[in-house]
């Protein structure tokens, strides 16, 4: 063995087993060393515009801007605004969409190149950019998060093939205007064919054949040289846009966008949208951000429905974020629905938009005749339970009529069979005695079994007067069924809710029983039209219940027949309610402006601006104190969060109850509401403290 005090030859160190690799290691890591502090090795730039400005995909708010990066030279032909690049980005590679390219950059180091060009594909145009930064800034929530809506994800065997680009539209104005003269005489969509933006809400007629009207609108506006987006709650609706747009258009011209048309389909679908090829898109909430190009005309229907509202953060409403895009991009706007949500109203009372409504004559024409049960002293006379009994005399009276001339529809507001029971002496409701929750029958030979952790309980006692019998103070739309099945044998029975949800149904006599917005529609309408339960939906403690439920009814009474052709609705309810009153003179204009009014006396939305902040006490309190509010500022709460039904979710132990805070400003102060949030969401980021959710302005307040 050598001596480790004599100086060895090379030839003598190659002998000794894993001294020359360990030092072509210490070699390879003093390098490394050397090169992290002299930076980035430099790299050969573009020629031009050698700078790519990226939004980074990265959810924290404080990292919520552009960052410059190097485009390389080998990259130059594939980063152009709006394709996905890929960068390093905190030691790690995430995604991006290059905003724009510039000459140079204001950051006085070097910069780190691009790491990769994901694809040459422009997917994110300049208008839907700005429209997510509007959309960000208006909910208090980050860029990222809005492109996630906007932008489906990448299908790279999609992106090769070319999209084919639609034949010109050929559209009639005065077949156009002679569809839409009930209500303004065909004004509006004579100035869209002529290349205007006017903004409009649309209280439709009952029966009204709205998709076809709004294909008409699109093509009116197509006909300007002009593309048009429309929105529709769910695949239903979408499907009869689909149609229509179809029928009054040809194949080809338009295109669907929707989240359940899989990756591959909605993905090539917006390709065609994104490359200009097709102008014309409808489809859900997904397509609000649609990059049209020459935007000319936004629409939706049924504007208050809750699918409109987004479940992901920052939860932006399609209603928003269409209006938005109106006052970007300087589009006509057309707001439409058998009934006027508030916000509608507030729309047309302050001017932004013009009203498009049918004369008080051609709507007494079209609209069936509207009953309540137990209205007058004589149906008392005759029928003593008819206010109390969920289906008292004169719905059988009314089905039986009905069905000697078509289909009958009955809306009852809960899906299921035996939704909810109670004890059969004392009424008190029956609970689970493993979880406490509340009890129900899924079918007419099963046993009582819990909602919520699902175990059975056939031999289930009141834990208050010891009996044994139950009743159901709640009927699902199954349950209802079967007992209309009893009564009409010889009539099929159809039920539509939950997973099971009818489109249509035919001409011929049936009963169909279904949930709020769950509603077949019939061949030539429905013969007779019965609302049961209407207390039920009254009952709800939510700020918008009256106009929530208006606007079902509506929805479903629009499916009958008129008056003329012997259309009958029946509500079962008190009379006297306000909400069933504007149903019997089917006036949703005149209940949106009374509820309107009564916003503005208790300063709620759409005459305030509100956002709930929800989370721990301490770190509520903490939020509160570092939240810089606008003038005028009011702070509600914090309250305990109302979980939803279901069985509590396990904490850990001392982990404190979430609770959640109510900030309210004037409308005119809820741009500065919303920039204090970010500032708040942006220093918590930064600090690394726990994340606060946040929502401006949700649609439910219970």
Request: hydrophobic residues 40%; proline residues 10%.
């Amino acid at each position: 063995m050598p001596d480790p005090e004599t100086p060895q030859t090379e030839e003598q160190l190659e002998l000794i087993p894993g001294l020359v690799r360990a030092r072509e290691v210490a070699g390879a890591v003093r390098q490394q060393a050397a090169a992290r502090e002299k930076g980035p090795a430099p790299v050969d730039p573009a020629p031009e515009l050698p700078v790519a400005r990226v939004l980074v995909d990265v959810p924290l708010a404080h990292l919520d801007r552009p960052f410059d990066y190097t485009v390389p030279r080998k990259l130059d032909a594939d980063v152009v605004a709006g394709s996905r690049v890929k960068v390093r980005f905190a030691g790690q590679d995430v995604d991006g969409f290059v905003l724009e390219r510039v000459p140079s950059s204001e950051h006085p180091g070097r910069l780190a190149p691009l790491r990769r060009a994901v694809s040459g594909e422009p997917v994110l145009s300049r208008a839907v950019a700005a429209l997510s930064e509007e959309v960000a800034a208006r909910y208090a929530g980050t860029r990222s998060d809005v492109l996630r809506l906007a932008v489906p994800p990448r299908h790279a065997t999609v992106e090769k093939q070319e999209s084919v680009p639609a034949s010109p539209v050929e559209v009639d104005p005065a077949e156009v205007a002679a569809d839409w003269a009930p209500y303004d005489g065909g004004r509006f969509t004579g100035r869209l064919a002529a290349g205007e933006s006017p903004h409009a809400v649309w209280a439709a007629l009952p029966g009204e054949d709205w998709a076809r009207l709004l294909a008409l609108a699109a093509a009116a506006t197509a006909a300007s040289g002009r593309g048009a987006l429309l929105c529709a709650p769910d695949r239903r609706d979408v499907d009869r846009l689909d149609a229509a747009l179809t029928s009054v258009l040809g194949a080809g011209r338009h295109v669907v966008l929707a989240a359940d048309a899989g990756p591959s389909a909605r993905y090539r679908a917006f390709l065609a949208v994104a490359r200009g090829a097709v102008r014309i898109v409808v489809g859900t909430r997904a397509a609000a951000f649609a990059p049209v190009h020459d935007l000319g005309l936004v629409a939706m229907w049924d504007d208050g429905d809750d699918l409109y509202a987004e479940p992901r953060a920052p939860y932006p409403h399609t209603r928003e974020v269409l209006l938005t895009r109106g006052q970007l991009e300087g589009c006509a706007v057309l707001v439409g629905g058998f009934a006027r949500t508030v916000e509608g109203e507030y729309l047309i009372r302050t001017g932004w938009a013009e009203e498009l409504s049918a004369d008080r004559r051609v709507l007494r024409a079209r609209s069936p005749h509207v009953a309540i049960t137990g209205a007058t002293d004589r149906e008392l006379e005759r029928d003593p339970r008819a206010r109390s009994a969920r289906l008292p005399r004169a719905v059988f009276d009314a089905v039986r009529a009905g069905l000697e001339q078509g289909p009958v529809l009955l809306q009852t507001p809960r899906q299921g069979y035996v939704t909810s029971l109670a004890c059969d002496r004392c009424r008190a409701p029956a609970r689970c005695r493993a979880c406490t929750g509340p009890l129900r029958i899924l079918a007419p030979t099963d046993p009582p079994t819990c909602r919520w952790c699902g175990v059975s309980e056939p031999q289930w006692a009141c834990p208050e007067c010891g009996g044994r019998g139950l009743r159901a103070p709640v009927l699902g739309e199954r349950r209802t069924a079967e007992e209309l099945g009893r009564a009409f044998p010889a009539v099929p029975v159809r039920t539509s809710g939950g997973e099971r949800v009818l489109a249509e149904v035919g001409a011929e006599p049936a009963l169909v029983v279904a949930t709020p917005g769950a509603e077949p529609v019939a061949a030539g309408g429905y013969s007779c039209v019965v609302l049961l339960d209407t207390w039920l939906m009254l009952a709800r403690p939510d700020l918008r219940t009256g106009e929530e439920s208006l606007r079902r009814w509506l929805n479903a009474v629009a499916l009958g027949r008129p008056a003329g052709d012997g259309g009958r609705v029946l509500a079962v309810g008190e009379p006297s309610d306000p909400v069933l009153q504007a149903l019997v003179r089917w006036d949703p204009v005149g209940f949106a402006q009374r509820e309107m009014a009564e916003r503005q006396s208790a300063h709620l939305p759409p005459a305030s601006r509100l956002a709930t902040v929800t989370g721990t006490e301490p770190d509520l309190e903490s939020a509160l104190a570092s939240l810089r509010l606008p003038a005028g500022s009011e702070v509600l709460g914090p309250v305990p969060v109302t979980l939803p039904a279901g069985p509590v979710p396990p904490r850990a132990a001392g982990e404190p109850d979430l609770q959640r805070l109510v900030l309210r400003v004037p409308r005119a102060a809820g741009p500065a509401l919303s920039r204090a949030l970010v500032e708040l969401n942006g220093v918590r980021s930064a600090r690394k403290l726990t994340s606060l959710r946040v929502q401006v302005d949700p649609v439910g307040l219970e």
